[in-house]
């Protein structure tokens, strides 16, 4: 039987901020590690995307600067809590969850990333703030600039380390961690271990505690996994199109940021209103798509590996590889968008025959089971109830990010809390996230064909949605 959050030990502020959000009842990954972050202890925190390591951080990360660490009044550039993500919009996202956790304390939360204005950053850190939600290389440039120092650092979190990995900022890491207290807590949150986050563990991590929920890298019991063969490039177009039509949420994936804007548009113009997210983006185009997506004015988003970690997005109900992924690793991050929290989804990876015996070997790394099903079926089942077609005209206003995108999946067990609904000061990082620079990617049109081979995995069953 899971405790409950007073009975780990979270006070009873938090406890009352976090009911009147609907969240009564700790994930596995709270339940294990919040006795532990609480007493100050170092916590090396291992769990699969959507497990709830943001709130397994943001409570005792808010408890223990609003307790026994307090030091009075905040101090110009001299944070006390210090969090690093590795993308603008999970910087953006953790902010969203710490903010009302934070408000009944009097803790100030800013974030800092690239890609926008450093004014906005600049004025709040001269201001005073409590906790600094970063990506290393703008928080970096700051600290260079004299604008901040991380000396007064009380609790320093890593989150997604092992993305920072993936994305080659582990050097900046290790300056930015050097630079934080030796004495300090710190809680490193991964999914795995792998590209020098042990190194990382080793050396700024001190008698800590491991807590892992899930295998590294395991697949979400809740989804359903399926692999729809095409004979070419115009059946793959139509039956995208058609995996887009349904009435709920819906994730696409494309390799490249051409791909993904030129396909966005195509569904847009048939009337399937999508909206992109990608690296070529403004970091306002970003903030504005997401919120159109979070918010439902629309039910698309195609996106590149960028969305693949760090968007959490409530009731994603499909994610379509429209172009297969080259690893295993990526394979899972992008499935991660569905099935969240205890949700169910499905996640379907569309394949031409050049690209069938790669496929395989990805599915098969990732620990996916396949097993073949009726094609005409299966794609009923899984568009569901077909919206209907519409002319949509995308707004041209910024919208406040993170207020609709659901910052953390638990919230979803009462209405939707939101933040604090201001805009944030920042998230992400200048550089881009792996696997987006390259070949402008081939627009996919044509007819559909006859004969399609469709799997279903190992996620739990199909589920019939058709008469939803």
Same mark, same amino acid.
């Given at each position: ?48 995307? $959507? ?54 304390? =009097? ?29 290393? =290389? ?29 994305? $080659? ?5 290790t300056r930015i961690l050097a630079a934080t ?24 991590? +001190? ?31 139509? @039956? ?37 997210? +990608? ?14 997506f979070g918010a439902g004015d629309v039910k ?35 499935? $991660? ?25 990805? @599915? ?19 568009? $569901? ?30 209405? *939707? ?16 996230? *792996? ?7 081939r627009t996919e049109s044509g007819r559909p ?15 019939? *949605?058709?008469?939803?």
């Open positions: 039987m899971t405790s409950s959050f007073a009975a780990l030990g979270v006070p009873e502020r938090l406890v009352s901020t976090l009911a009147e959000q609907g969240v009564t009842e700790p994930f596995p990954i709270q339940a294990d590690t919040l006795r532990d972050t609480l007493a100050g202890r170092d916590v090396l925190g291992r769990g699969k995307t $959507g497990s709830g390591k943001t709130l397994a951080f943001s409570i005792p990360l808010v408890a223990r600067l609003a307790g026994s660490l307090a030091g009075g009044k905040r101090r110009p550039g001299r944070p006390t809590g210090l969090v690093l993500a590795p993308t603008r919009e999970l910087a953006t996202q953790i902010a969203n969850v710490l903010e009302p956790l934070a408000q009944p304390y =009097g803790l100030t939360v800013t974030t800092i990333f690239g890609g926008v204005s450093q004014n906005r950053q600049v004025s709040a850190l001269k201001a005073g703030v409590d906790i600094v939600v970063a990506c290393p =290389g703008r928080l970096e440039d700051l600290m260079k600039q004299r604008f901040l120092t991380l000396d007064a650092v009380e609790i320093t979190v890593i989150d997604e380390a092992d993305h920072m990995a993936d994305l $080659g900022f582990l050097p900046g890491v207290p030796a004495g300090g807590q710190r809680l490193l949150f991964s999914a795995t271990l792998d590209n020098g986050v042990d190194k990382l563990v080793n050396r700024f991590l +001190h008698d800590q505690v491991l807590h892992s929920v899930d295998e590294a890298n395991s697949p979400v019991a809740a989804m359903t996994h399926h692999v729809l063969e095409v004979d070419g490039a115009e059946a793959k177009r139509d @039956l995208v199109r058609t995996l887009a039509s349904g009435s709920e949420r819906r994730v696409l994936f494309l390799r490249t940021k051409h791909a993904a804007k030129k396909l966005a548009k195509q569904l847009t113009e048939s009337g399937i209103p999508a909206v992109d997210l +990608h690296g070529n983006l403004s970091q306002a185009a970003r903030d504005r798509n997401l919120a159109e698309v988003l195609v996106a590149t590996d960028v969305a693949a970690r760090g968007v959490h997005v409530d009731d994603v109900d499909l994610v379509v590889h429209v172009d297969p992924p080259t690893e295993h690793k990526a394979y899972l991050h992008r499935s $991660g968008r569905t099935a969240r929290a205890g949700k169910e989804g499905s996640v379907v990876t569309v394949v031409l025959p050049e690209q069938r015996r790669d496929v395989k070997a990805l @599915l098969r790394k990732a620990d996916i089971t396949v097993a073949a099903s009726s094609a005409t079926d299966t794609i009923a089942e899984l568009v $569901g109830v077909v919206a209907p077609h519409v002319r949509y005209v995308p707004k041209q206003h910024v919208q406040q990010p993170g207020t609709s995108t659901g910052a953390n999946a638990q919230r979803k067990r009462a209405a *939707r809390a939101g933040g604090s609904g201001r805009p944030a000061a920042g998230g992400g990082d200048r550089r881009p996230a *792996r696997g987006e620079s390259g070949r402008p990617g064909t006859t004969g399609m081979a469709v799997s279903r995995g190992n996620g739990g069953g199909g589920r019939r *949605r058709g008469g939803r």
